[in-house]
């Protein structure tokens, strides 16, 4: 696809339940990104792959958030026992890396928003 | 922690009208890159304008321009000739060279209302 994707577009949980968000970056980025944006809120960053590798996980905000990216491409956002204070639009986001370098601009995907009731 | 400070929470402006929103920001870096993303109500973050912290001169990109000025950590941005298209959500965003995994750090972003 041109963009970045993420699926699904909404997703209504239960306090308890497991949710699993998608994001499909841009084919050939090998950077990417998520953040939490809370309503009214700028975006916080939550954790970064370089291909299959997260080398920095030092914004999720508990053990009950889990990311995953097995072959350095489609990644999940994988949040268990869904608190309300989860509630939030989990952005995905995806750069090129040349020549070692990562490239600056950020794609950014259109966001799932979770809503945990 | 580096933060970033959007002081106009909401701004609006004419059509056709000139319009500057202010960032702040604070890092003890000296090598970063600084960004303006729009988010238009449908969610999707869009890249507006970037500037690298080494370069003196002011980045443009048709109708939008900053104001960089390093020593007072301070990154606005303008719109001329404002089109109703430019009404949405605006986020400062700095990514500094320390960070390591390049991530961008938000501020709290300024809603902008373009008046027909």
């Known amino acids: 696809g041109a963009g970045v994707s993420q699926s699904p577009r909404y997703k209504v949980a239960k306090r308890g339940q497991d949710v699993a968000l998608r994001c499909d970056p841009i084919?050939?980025?090998?950077?990417l990104f998520w953040y939490q944006q809370a309503l009214g809120q700028g975006p916080e960053f939550l954790t970064y792959?370089?291909?299959?590798?997260?080398?920095?996980k030092s914004g999720l905000p508990s053990d009950r958030f889990f990311a995953e990216r097995p072959e350095g491409s489609v990644s999940t956002l994988k949040i268990q026992r869904t608190q309300q204070e989860d509630s939030a639009v989990y952005l995905c986001?995806?750069?090129?890396?040349?020549?070692?370098?990562?490239?600056?601009?950020?794609?950014f995907g259109p966001g799932t928003r979770l809503t945990v009731l | 922690a580096q933060t970033v400070t959007q002081s106009q929470p909401e701004m609006s402006v004419q059509e056709a009208e000139t319009v500057t929103l202010s960032c702040t920001y604070d890092?003890?870096?000296?090598?970063?890159?600084l960004f303006w993303y729009k988010q238009p109500p449908s969610r999707q973050m869009i890249l507006v304008i970037r500037?690298?912290?080494?370069?003196?001169q002011n980045a443009t990109e048709n109708r939008f321009s900053v104001n960089f000025q390093k020593a007072a950590k301070s990154f606005s941005l303008k719109i001329s000739d404002s089109q109703l298209g430019d009404a949405a959500m605006y986020f400062c965003?700095?990514?500094?060279?320390?960070?390591?995994?390049?991530?961008?750090?938000f501020g709290k972003g300024t809603k902008l209302s373009v008046i027909p």
């Open positions: 792959f370089q291909n299959e590798a997260q080398l920095d």
């Open positions: 965003a700095p990514r500094y060279s320390g960070a390591g995994s390049y991530q961008l750090t």
């Open positions: 084919s050939g980025h090998v950077s």
């Open positions: 890092t003890s870096e000296s090598d970063y890159y």
């Open positions: 500037q690298e912290a080494y370069k003196q």
């Open positions: 986001a995806s750069s090129l890396v040349l020549g070692g370098v990562v490239y600056n601009e950020q794609f």
